[in-house]
């Protein structure tokens, strides 16, 4: 995808909350909509480059721009979390995630159980599919998950977990989206969410297929480009 009408660089000054942070851009301070509820301790430092995308034209926003970049150690890293799911929308257009079948619809946001899950495939075989967004890169070139203990996160898995014992026919994979491109491998933050390394790993063994993935990033736009292992 594509970053349009175009990214302008900012530096970091402070994170004031979940959803808010000032930067400096031109000289001047402005605060500024961070789409991304993680911790990103190691990315939200006062200093780091950034990018920021212009925001809507809506007249109740208070905040005109959104990060969607911010430079670790030399490299991009997008920390957009919606992205993730249209990043895996175009790549499986594009035929890359062929085991998850291309012979259905692709459609987003379907509720099943207690659950509502990213994406559903209505074909022969129906496949179930959750996307995660990971932008922390651990010692050795892990890409990890999550930053912060996430229960809607580990709930999701065992929805996928319960979904595939129901019924064997049905495919479920939850895909782990590494914004960035120095990732080698994938792994569950278990120190953050141990809760959420045993939901990955029982729906693992129950039959959910765990895919990940990472993304050449880039001023201009953001792209999956090559699988990497699920070690763990």
């Given at each position: 995808m594509f970053f349009s009408p175009g990214l302008e660089r900012a530096i970091v000054?402070?994170?004031l909350n979940r959803f808010l942070a000032v930067v400096r851009m031109n000289g001047r301070a402005i605060r500024i909509h961070?789409?991304?509820?993680?911790?990103?301790?190691?990315?939200?430092?006062?200093?780091?480059?950034?990018a920021l995308l212009p925001a809507s034209n809506d007249a109740e926003r208070k905040t005109k721009w959104s990060l969607?970049?911010?430079?670790?150690?030399?490299?991009?890293v997008g920390i957009h979390s919606a992205r993730a799911n249209q990043l895996f929308a175009e790549a499986f257009e594009k035929g890359m995630f062929a085991e998850l079948g291309n012979?259905?619809?692709?459609?987003?946001?379907?509720?099943?159980?207690?659950?509502r899950f990213d994406f559903v495939i209505d074909g022969p075989i129906p496949t179930v599919i959750e996307v995660k967004s990971v932008t922390l890169r651990e010692r050795g070139g892990v890409?990890?998950?999550?930053?912060?203990?996430?229960?809607?996160?580990?709930?999701h898995l065992e929805e996928l977990a319960h979904i595939r014992r129901a019924d064997p026919k049905t495919r479920?994979?939850?895909?782990?989206?590494?914004?960035?491109?120095?990732?080698l491998t994938f792994a569950p933050h278990d120190s953050t969410d141990p809760q959420f390394g045993r939901a990955l790993r029982e729906a693992r063994d129950a039959g959910v297929q765990?895919?990940?993935?990472?993304?050449?990033?880039?001023?201009k736009g953001i792209s999956i480009h090559e699988r990497v292992e699920a070690a763990f």
């Open positions: 000054e402070v994170r961070v789409p991304n509820s993680g911790r990103m301790r190691e990315l939200m430092v006062k200093g780091a480059q950034c969607e970049l911010v430079k670790h150690r030399g490299t991009w012979c259905g619809k692709l459609s987003a946001e379907r509720t099943i159980g207690r659950s890409a990890a998950f999550p930053d912060a203990p996430t229960e809607r996160g580990a709930r479920c994979a939850v895909v782990f989206v590494a914004q960035r491109n120095d990732v765990v895919i990940a993935c990472k993304c050449k990033v880039g001023m």
